[in-house]
């Protein structure tokens, strides 16, 4: 990251013994440690929330283009990805159901939501 051998920070070490002195330098240094776990702490929040955000990005876009292919013919990523958000909806909606429940519902609901769909797609072809 920083390019500092051990020469600069032995010079770094004696100017700031002696610009501040002895009694001010371990204060300083625990302030300026502070500020750097601080630092470090708020970037891997960031980098956490970042991650979160293109996971929900990319299951966003997985759910788009399962819609648009009308929840038929899946890759197994996309089919994946619908799985996981049906899944965390219901974990949402029932947090205390177990997850053989979640799973088993959700089944019912993906069988009956294909149905409607398919019937809708004839009812469509069938008007002009």
Known sequence: MFDIGFW???VIGVLGLV???????PVA?????????SA?????????ELSEELRIHELHSNLKKAE??????L??????????LK????????PYKTKTDVVEETETIITSESEE????????????
């Open 19 to 25: 610009i501040l002195g002895p009694e001010r330098l």
């Open 8 to 10: 600069e920070l032995m």
């Open 29 to 37: 240094i625990r302030t300026v440690r502070g500020w750097i776990s």
């Open 40 to 48: 470090r702490s708020f970037s891997q929040s960031v980098k956490t």
């Open 75 to 84: 890759s197994p990523e996309i089919s994946e990805s619908v799985k996981s």
């Open 117 to 128: 769909v398919k019937e809708s797609n004839e009812q469509t072809k069938k008007t002009p």
């Open 87 to 94: 899944e965390a909806a219901e974990m949402v909606n029932r």
């Open 68 to 73: 648009q292919s009308n929840l038929e013919n």
